[in-house]
């Protein structure tokens, strides 16, 4: 059995089975660039998680962007100490694809949750277990990189505020 192949499906049954969470809710956990107005974005996090890897080596991260600036931006790319990569894939008609760059609407969110976008963590260097956190960095074209600190929850973990 090919191990890679097989957790990906594993992960995607997974992503696929839970309900996708649409709304906001939860704190902020990382801010951006506070310069809102004057035709920029003002970009900060809630609700990042990761639910508890089923696989020694994939992993799928959460969160929502919320953009209070009157100008749009873009996530160009993730990154993470704790995988050797973090893709962002959107699940569109029950397929699940890597997507390039998203764009963080001006007075709007970009939402990652269950069935729908998603930071896929592959190559992960230890399984995070539940209680921990997992540090990744967001990159964006126009503001600049945010720090988010996502904590792993369980397997089956649904927000009640949703995304």
């Known amino acids: 059995m090919r191990r890679p192949a097989a957790a990906a499906a594993l ?6 089975g839970t309900v996708l969470l649409t709304g906001c809710g939860g704190s902020a956990s990382a801010s951006g660039n506070d310069s809102g107005s004057d035709g920029k974005a003002k970009l900060s996090v809630s609700s ?13 991260g959460f969160l929502t962007i ?14 993470s100490d704790a995988a050797g ?8 008609g029950g397929t699940m694809r890597e997507a390039g760059r998203l764009t963080v ?11 729908g ?3 896929m963590f592959d190559g992960l260097k230890h399984r995070p277990e539940q209680g921990q956190t997992v540090s990744v960095e967001l990159h964006f074209a126009k503001s600049g990189d945010l720090r988010v600190e ?4 369980s397997a089956t973990y649904n927000p009640a505020t949703g995304h």
């Open 11 to 16: 992960l995607a049954g997974a992503l696929a």
């Open 48 to 60: 990042p998680y990761m639910p508890r890897p089923v696989s020694d080596s994939m992993a799928a």
């Open 66 to 79: 919320v953009n209070k600036g009157d100008a749009e931006d873009e996530l160009t790319s993730v990154t």
């Open 85 to 92: 990569s973090v893709t962002v894939h959107q699940t569109v």
């Open 105 to 115: 609407p001006a007075h709007g969110r970009l939402v990652f949750g269950s069935g």
């Open 117 to 119: 976008n998603h930071l």
């Open 150 to 153: 996502m904590p792993v929850k």
